[in-house]
Each structure stands twice: as structure tokens, then as C-alpha cells.
């Protein structure tokens, strides 16, 4: 059909080693330059948004800044990074053709269907969200099925005896697509993307066939990757006054490489493209007028690089290259990476005029450069983008969304109300110290109970309420009131739940001052996520079979394809491109980053829908076509003048395999001349962070005076006082507390609380006679002191149950022992005072858990544990003076009981529940084996050492370290204040 046009295909080619928009705005100019109307005739056609707005900048650079007429830019619609551009609404229209789908209309249509085939199949549907995963794979499948012009019924030719059972089925899936989908497409009016541009293209070819224009066409840049735009291609390059400019073909590459190409190649996209237009590579002309036949040294060696697996025995026979703009650098991390790829673009702005640009399709490396060049204050942004999902907009309405989802539990309600948008109709210093306040006073901890109300439960019961912060409360819970009643209901629809969030999202948002949609919607993620709300508002009414507690998940499915690209802001020289912007434009300085498999190049992947062999009889291109895509961006990348390839051997303590490229180069030139040029950047990037000089900090010593040291401390306390003095000095001194957890579950110690308690309630109720019911005496009163945290999810499930156990254990316990055993006191408090020490009296004070008279007229002190209980060989070396402590203070009296008596034995009660409800372990003269422990020697020997330990903390030298014993050494509460992890391995 081209034919009919009478003309030769006229292609140009613009090398890899040149910058493609530069060349090519410069030869535009020496072409239809000279006459500025005559510019402003000439159509450019390029192949994405991104490329014509490189190649305008190119304009401006060439004019120096000057005002020039541009010519008129499109974009043709090939493959972008985030899909298909449709550039046929400027470029061409025709308004016989039906409007294409918005992409989220086709998302939730597609959801139906799926939602109706698991129904009909009667197997497990799906979530929501699932769906919507479901429906995008599909729908990139229809659009690669309708790019390449093949027939959707044609996969019924493909015989499914010859797959597997599981091929089979998706097959029969399959058949949304061919029979379901064609059906509610028709009744909207609308028509798929992929088809209408097809059509569109189709169309202009036609036009341009049977009226040529008058004035030039110039399509550059494109490799034909789209069937469509391949034809039009065709018919350009045949045009009177058309032309098509290829990015970096190799006119010199050898028959037998070039008849070997296969998908991976770089050259594979435009060899089918020439084979479209049917020409051959003699037929090309370099676009500057330079002689194609004679080749730049970096054209010759990436050549050899990507030259086929079946040719690559010539490199017996290759001399080895010199690589003179090429250095590489291997890094440990992307840490170290990231902060090298920074230094490197720095350095080029100590010359005036020099620009860098960072290239790499990893878009958390290029998040991790952003953030070490802000130790210059230098700002620059990702031109590839970031997700919306990540910006402070989107994260924001992610998390009012999850608050509500997730019933208000402690973390995601202090999510969303720490977030800086939040602000609840208040100024915004005062809503942050009234969420400070909230936090403390009501969320660490166990959580309360389910629900918004639950929190209001909480501090109307308050003691002392704070009337202005439950106030604060109400006015927040009033503006989430009716979206979360919505999300309770079964029967509201997307549309309702979608709008109910944002207006509760706007009134969360808003100031004293103001209002939240203005605060919401403004900047690039703002916008962004205006847009998103608006297209999803658009699309919500065709949405069936919605489930409202799973808004939150689908919401956030929605979003994930969301890119927000700063309009403003770009730093005038330094750049970060991805590797499809980059291919046509260099920089004076460009590090390609990233060089790992799986990254760059992109693993080849799993079609989801079809196997490999499915897909070449159905037509489809090999999965690895994208990584010849790849190939060719990194090619044309590779080949600038000055350039740096970095990779690191670890990615998240993880190893990395180093690109098949650095490996064909390494083979070619060997792998070691990286190593200088990586020890050196290396050297440099920890030389950064280092000080000009270094200072020897001891570890943390502190000797309070005398008077501000504890006169009193608890049994408890004094084990504390030996293994970490600094816990005592954070916690008596400084005055110091340490804040629960969020969503905490109730631990040991709360437990053990509670336990006490209950247990004391019922040896003082029943001290003289066991009832004949005890356990279900004890039981209720167990359920009196869990009422006010029964509730509790946490509590309901493990302690209740643990409880009963220990409960029956205890008296079945009780009641053998009352035959010989009397119990004179539970949980009673007593002290001594310590005279005639340096620093002054000293008390030692405790509550005994029980204290029971034995036969002989001894004691016995027990202690409750619902934890584990020390070690013998910790208590007999005095490390676990708890109970050796408060013999003490029996023995001289300290506790009120009846007369002073002697302790004979020690007794720890394990109250833990489960297979072994209880356990008691008994240390005494009496006792066999280890467990036997003369009581009164060793009462004597913790009285001797209580009078050493204050003696010696009442010298103003001694300090309060931090686990002096490593041996002994816990887990404080104040650990990280004293550093620890800094200073215990040294």
C-alpha cells in the first residue's frame, strides 16, 4: 500500500553515541530553520509525552534561551513506561469513532464479570480488591491482544488437549474476554483504548495515503514497537515530505549478527521495523550528514557486547577494546551506592555549565540519591515520578480509609492522627498536643474496646476527666461518624463510600483557618489525587457486588497505578531519568545505576493468562521482548561520552547477580579494572560522614550528689540497684517512666497485677475456713476484677482461660496445705530503716505476696510468679535477693505480724495456667539436692550485702553504669537511654 506514494523510504538515523533530541532539534533547525513560519509547519511525531518534552527543551537550549517559534510536537502513541499514550486526540481525530473507555470504568466492568463467572463456576470469589487485581491483568492483556491487531476469538484455535489442566482452565476464564466483555462494552458507548488508537492510526494512514500533506512530517525517535504505529511509520517515511529518524540502529552490524538477532537484542524492534517498511539498512542516512559507514569506538564495543549467544565465538578473536569513558563502580549496598551517585553529580556542579543525570529503573535508588544530595540543599526530583501511594496525599487517605477498616485500633488510629494533614478543624500546634495527650492518656497499652466508641466509653468512665480533651474527641468522632456507619452497612454502594470518605477526609484536613479540601488538593499530589477521586467518582455507578469493609483494600488497589511527576522544581543541571527518557538525551556526566538481573535488565516474568508456547500460537510477542526493549535504552545510555555504570553486590542484605551486560563486557575486557575507581568512591563516601577529628566518649558514668540519690527503695528495686544502677538513676533520679505500647497486649506484670489482687480478695474472705464451693468462690471474684478488662480481645482469649486453670489449681493447693499450714498475712507491707550509714538512713521496704506460719513456728515466704522464677544458682549467689530481702524484714520485725520469728524457707509459686497450672519451688534445710539452702545464712549474707551496696552508693565517686555484670545484665527499660547496643559488644 506505501508503495502507491511513489517514494523511497527516507530514514535517518541518529547514533547511540550522540544525544538524540539534540542532534535532532539541531538538524531540524538547519533544515526548516531559517524561516520561522516554516518551523511552526513542521509536524514532529515522537514517541511519548516525555520525548516532546525533551525535545522542546533541546529547542531552548539550542536558542540559548531566546524566543523561537517550536515546531508543532506530538506524541504518537507508542509504549510508555505507564502504558499506551493515545496521541491521536491532537494528532488525528474522528468523531465517528466511539470515545475509549476511562481506565477505571473498563477496571470495574471487568470486575463484574469476573465477580459473575466465580459465581456461575460456583468457586470462592474473590475479594474486592482481588477482583480489581484481576481485572487490571486483563485488561493489559486485551490491550496487548488489540496492539497487536490479533483476533480475540482466535484463542479458541489454540487446542486445549495440548495443556495442562491448569492452562486449560485459564483458557475457559479466558472467555470473559471473548464473549462476556464485547457485550458491556457495547451497551456504554465506549470503546477500548488500544482498538481506538488502532482505528485512529488507521484512519491517518488512510488520510495521508490518499492526501499527503503539503508540509513535513518527521517521526523520531520511535522504534516501531506497536504494530500500529509501525504502519504509519511505513507511510511517513514514504511521504514527499516525510521522514522517520531512528534512535541508535546499528548500519554496520554484520549479516551474520544481524540474521541471528533474536528478542532480547537491542536491534530487534528496529530490524522488525525496517522489515515493515521494507527497507534495508544501506538505505539510511545519518541525520547530521556524517558518513554511516565509519563507526564510534562505544558503537563497536556494545556491538560485541550484545552480539547473539551463537556468534560469540569471534571474541577468540577480538582484540580487547580500550575502555577510556567508561568507569564502573561496585558498591557493598544501595546505601553506598545511592551516596556515591550523589558525590558523583555534585562534583560536575563545581563546573559551570556541566550537567549529570542519574539513570536507572530503580525508582527507591533514585529516592535514596534525592535524599543524600539534600546534605547540599540541593533538591531535585525523580522524572519518572512517584507513586501517589508514597506521597503525602495519597498516604494520607490511605490511612483515614484503614482507620475506619481496621475498627480504630490503636496503630491506625495514631496513623492517621499524627499525619501532618490532619488537623480536625483546629489550629494545628493545638490538635497536635491534644493527640499527644489522647495517646497517652488512653491508646498505650492494651487496646480498648472495638469501635469509635470505644474510646469514649473509656473517658467518660474517666476519673478527673479532662472535659477539653473529651470535648477535642467528640468533634473528631462526629467527623467520622457517618463514614464509618456507612461501612457497616451491606448494602451502600462504591459511590457512597468513595464520597463519605472524602468528605470525612476534607473535614479532618481542615484548620481553624482553612478548609480541607483547599489543604487536600493542592500541589502535584493533589492534584493527582483529585484527579484519581474524580475518575473514580466517574466510574463508581458501574460497579456491582461491593463489599463496604473492604473500601479500604480496593481503595488502595485503585491508587497503585497513580504517578505524581513534579511540574516545577527540576534542577537546572542534574537529572534522573528513567531508562526510556534517557535513551534520547544525554548529559555531560551519565551514571547508569542498578545494573543488577531482575532490575535492570527486568526479569522476562510469567504471563499470568497464557504459557509461552500458548502465546506464540496465539500470536502474541515473546515475554523477553521487553528486555531487548532494555537493551536498546541501555545501549543508547551507555554509549555517551562520559559515563559511570554502578551496581551494588547487596540489595537489602540481600545478594545481588550483576547484569548479563557487565558480564558480556566483563568477558570481553576482563572484570577488574572496576576496583581502583570502586576503593576510591568508596573511600570518599566514608570520608563524608567522618569527623574532622575524633572524640573518645566513655560510656555513661553518672555520679549524682549524695542528696539527690534514692533513701528508699523496694525488695524489687534492689536487684535493679545491682545489675543496672542506670535504670535506678533514670528511673529514681531523673524521675522517668516508660510509656507502654501501643495496642499493647496485657503482659506479665499486668497479669500478675490482677492475680495478686484476686488472690489476696480470697485468703482474707476465707482466712479461717475453705468454703465448699472455692472455686467458684475464687472464680467470681476473679470475674469481678476482669470486668473492666474482659472486653479486651487480648484478655478474653489468653487470660480468662489461664486463669480458670490456675484457679482449680490453686485450691486444690490451698486446701492441703490449710491442714498443717496457717497462713498469718497476703500482700502485706513491711520495712526497715538502716541507721548510721555514711549518706544517711536508708529504707528497705516490701509487699509480701504471703508470709505462712509453718509447723516448727518458722516462716515461709511466697512469692507469686506468673512469670519464670530465679534461677537456684542466682539466688543462692545473691543476684535474686527478693525473697532473702524480705526475710530481712521479717526477721527484725518489719512486718506486722503477730511476733518476730525466724524464716526457715523460700517459696516461689508458679501461677502460668496451661498443662502445669501451678508449680511451687521451696528452698530450705529441709529441701533435697540443689533446692536445700540454709535460709538463715543466706538471710544474713543479703543483709550484709544490702549494707555494702548502699555503702557504696553513698560515695559521690560511685557511678550509675549500665549493667556493670554482662553476666547478669537484662533487658532495662532504659537500655536505649544509656545506649547499650552502642557500647555492650565493644
Known sequence: MPRRLKKNPEIYNIPAHQSFVDVLATGIIERFGHDPISLSEVLILLPNRRAVRSLREAFLRISDGKPIVLPNMQPIGDVDEDGLIMGGGTLYDDLSIMPSVPPYMRQMLLMNIIHDWYKKSEEDIPENSGCAVLAEALGQLLDQVQTEEINFHSIEDIVPAEYAIHWQQTLEFLKILTEGWPHVLATTGYMDSALRRNNLLQALKETWLNNPPEHPIIAAGSTGSVKATGELLSIISRLPKGMIVLPGIDQNVDDEIWGKIEDTHPQTTMKHLLEIIGADRIEINNWDGSAPQIDNEKTILFREIMRPAETTHHWRDLIKPEIKDIKQIVTPGNREEAGIIAMMMREQLETPGKTAALVTPDRMLARQVAGELRRWNIEIDDSAGTPLFNKAVGVYLRLTAEMVMENFSPVSLMSALKHPLMSGGKKIADFRGNVRQFER??????????????????????????????????????????????????????????????????????????????????????????????????????????????????????????????????????????????????????????????????????????????????????????????????????????????????????????????????????????????????????????????????????????????????????????????????????????????????????????????????????????????????????????????????????????????????????????????????????????????????????????????????????????????????????????????????????????????????????????????????????????????????????????????????????????????????????????????????
Not at 484476686?758 to 472455686?775: K, S, T
Not at 516462716?859 to 522464677?869: A, E, H, M, Q, R
Open 441 to 986: 492518656r488512653y491508646l498505650r497499652g492494651p487496646r480498648p474496646s472495638a469501635g469509635l466508641y470505644g474510646y469514649e466509653k473509656i473517658m467518660a468512665h474517666e476519673s478527673g476527666q479532662d472535659d477539653e480533651l473529651y470535648e477535642w474527641w467528640c468533634s473528631i468522632q462526629k467527623a467520622i461518624e457517618p463514614f464509618d456507619a456507612l461501612m457497616a452497612k451491606p448494602d451502600v454502594t462504591f459511590e457512597e463510600m468513595l464520597l463519605a470518605h472524602i468528605e470525612m477526609a476534607e473535614n479532618l484536613a481542615a484548620t481553624d483557618k482553612i478548609s480541607g479540601d483547599k489543604r487536600l488538593w493542592k500541589g502535584d499530589d493533589g492534584e493527582a489525587a483529585a484527579t484519581l477521586i474524580e475518575d473514580l467518582q466517574q466510574a463508581a455507578p458501574y460497579m456491582r457486588n461491593f463489599n463496604s469493609n473492604q473500601y479500604a483494600t480496593l481503595f488502595e488497589q485503585f491508587m497503585k497505578p497513580v504517578t505524581v511527576r513534579s511540574k516545577y522544581g527540576q534542577h537546572p543541571r542534574l537529572n534522573i531519568w528513567g531508562p526510556l527518557e534517557a535513551r534520547l538525551q544525554h548529559a555531560d556526566l551519565m551514571i547508569l545505576s542498578g545494573l543488577n538481573e531482575g532490575n535492570w535488565p527486568p526479569d522476562a516474568g510469567d504471563d499470568p493468562w497464557m504459557s509461552r508456547p500458548m502465546r506464540k500460537d496465539f500470536g502474541l510477542p515473546g515475554l523477553e521482548q521487553k528486555i531487548g526493549l532494555s537493551a536498546h535504552d541501555f545501549v543508547q545510555t551507555a554509549s555517551a561520552k562520559n559515563v559511570v555504570i554502578t551496581r551494588s553486590e547487596k540489595q537489602e542484605g540481600t545478594p545481588t547477580v550483576k547484569s548479563r551486560w557487565l558480564n558480556r563486557l566483563h568477558a570481553i575486557i576482563g572484570d577488574e579494572h572496576h576496583q581502583k575507581e570502586s576503593k576510591k568512591w568508596l573511600s570518599f563516601y566514608k570520608e563524608i560522614d567522618s569527623p574532622a577529628e575524633t572524640t573518645i566518649i566513655k560510656l555513661p558514668a553518672p555520679t549524682p550528689p549524695i542528696s539527690a540519690r534514692p533513701r528508699k527503695l523496694s525488695v524489687t528495686r534492689i536487684q535493679q540497684w545491682m545489675q543496672d544502677p542506670y535504670g535506678i538513676y533514670a528511673s529514681k533520679i531523673l524521675k522517668l517512666k516508660k510509656l507502654d505500647e501501643l495496642d499493647q497486649d496485657p503482659g506479665a506484670i499486668d497479669k500478675g497485677i490482677i492475680l495478686h489482687d484476686i488472690l489476696d480478695d480470697f485468703m482474707n474472705e476465707y482466712d479461717d475456713h475453705m468454703p465448699d464451693d472455692a472455686y467458684q468462690k475464687l472464680l467470681d471474684i476473679g470475674k469481678n476484677y476482669f470486668k473492666e478488662k474482659i472486653d479486651r480481645p487480648t484478655v478474653r482469649t489468653f487470660w480468662w482461660p489461664r486463669f480458670k486453670q490456675i484457679a482449680k489449681w490453686f485450691v486444690d493447693n490451698e486446701a492441703k496445705r490449710r491442714e498443717t499450714i496457717k497462713t498469718l498475712a497476703t500482700e502485706t507491707v513491711g520495712q526497715v530503716k538502716l541507721k548510721d550509714l555514711v549518706g544517711g538512713e536508708f529504707t528497705l521496704d516490701a509487699t509480701a505476696d504471703r508470709i505462712d506460719l509453718l509447723p516448727d513456728g518458722t516462716l515461709n515466704i511466697i512469692d507469686y510468679k506468673t512469670g519464670t522464677s530465679p534461677k537456684i544458682n542466682q539466688i543462692r549467689a545473691g543476684y535474686a535477693p527478693q525473697l532473702s530481702l524480705e526475710a530481712v524484714i521479717a526477721t527484725k520485725g518489719g512486718f506486722s505480724l503477730q511476733s518476730t520469728r525466724s524464716v526457715s524457707e523460700l517459696s516461689y509459686w508458679e501461677l502460668k495456667g496451661g498443662e502445669k497450672p501451678g508449680d511451687i519451688k521451696s528452698y530450705s534445710l529441709k529441701a533435697s539436692g540443689k533446692a536445700k539452702i540454709d535460709i538463715e545464712e543466706l538471710t544474713k549474707q543479703s543483709y550484709d550485702g544490702l549494707i555494702k551496696l548502699v555503702t557504696t552508693f553513698d560515695m559521690e565517686k560511685t557511678p550509675y553504669l549500665s549493667n556493670p555484670n554482662p553476666l547478669e545484665k537484662g533487658y532495662g527499660d532504659f537500655d536505649h537511654l544509656a545506649r547499650t547496643k552502642e557500647w555492650g559488644e565493644g
